[in-house]
């Protein structure tokens, strides 16, 4: 089955420091991943996917994930933190044959002033 | 282009009673999803719609809840009796059909049961 894990869930970085926030995923064929975004009392938002088009994938608000097939892993980077970062991230898979996405539990970013 | 909506935002209702929650795809988006999450937990699949037909439902936690999506526009899941554990945030999104389209989430449903 396919399944997201994701470490931590909570991270706090300061203002202006770099960003990671990382995934590594379960899978039997290649997947298609995702990272969403929840901003305070509102639904997902897409932040970017892998369709193996491309292993680094850029997404909105300068988010950035990197597809690693060796390491299983789909780390989200941002290379400064804002305040409006502060929110909460999940990563999320959908199996190669079924279009259901599969969320992790999800890494509440907290930014530091 | 407006957006998924659901409703209500909040309902607050006692154990044993009914809750029915709506959710408006944006209009064209044949798929349409269910999720949960219940505090602290990971958000979960409920069930899969393609048009008015269900594509998957593996995720309905019992008998309890029944969901309908009347001539492939919005759909409703209600929940019958309401039990405590079914307390959570209920989510709903659509997409296009096509590998990895990517969903459209609503702003959820806080259901809660006392």
């Known amino acids: 089955a396919q399944s997201v894990t994701q470490l931590g869930s909570h991270v706090s970085v300061s203002e202006g420091a770099l960003v990671l926030l990382r995934c590594n995923y379960s899978s039997s064929v290649p997947p298609y991943l995702f990272w969403y975004v929840q901003y305070p009392n509102q639904g997902l938002q897409l932040l970017l996917k892998y369709t193996s088009a491309a292993t680094l994938v850029k997404g909105i608000n300068g988010f950035e994930a990197e597809f690693k097939k060796s390491e299983t892993s789909f780390h989200l980077t941002k290379p400064s933190a804002h305040m409006s970062d502060a929110a909460e991230y999940f990563c999320?898979?959908?199996?190669?044959?079924?279009?259901?996405?599969?969320f992790g539990k999800g890494t509440r970013l907290h930014i530091l002033p | 282009e407006a957006g998924v909506t659901q409703f209500p935002s909040h309902s607050v209702i006692e154990k044993g009673q009914t809750v029915t929650l709506r959710c408006d795809p944006i209009s064209g988006h044949d798929n349409l999803y269910w999720y949960r999450r219940v505090m602290g937990k990971e958000i979960k699949f409920l069930l899969h719609f393609v048009k008015e037909s269900k594509q998957d439902e593996s995720g309905m936690p019992n008998n309890r809840f029944l969901a309908e999506r009347t001539g492939g526009t919005y759909s409703t899941l209600k929940v019958q009796p309401a039990e405590l554990e079914d307390s959570g945030v209920y989510f709903c999104a659509s997409s296009l059909r096509g590998k990895a389209s990517p969903l459209h989430f609503g702003n959820g449903t806080r259901l809660t049961v006392t």
């Open positions: 999320a898979v959908t199996p190669n044959r079924d279009d259901k996405i599969i």
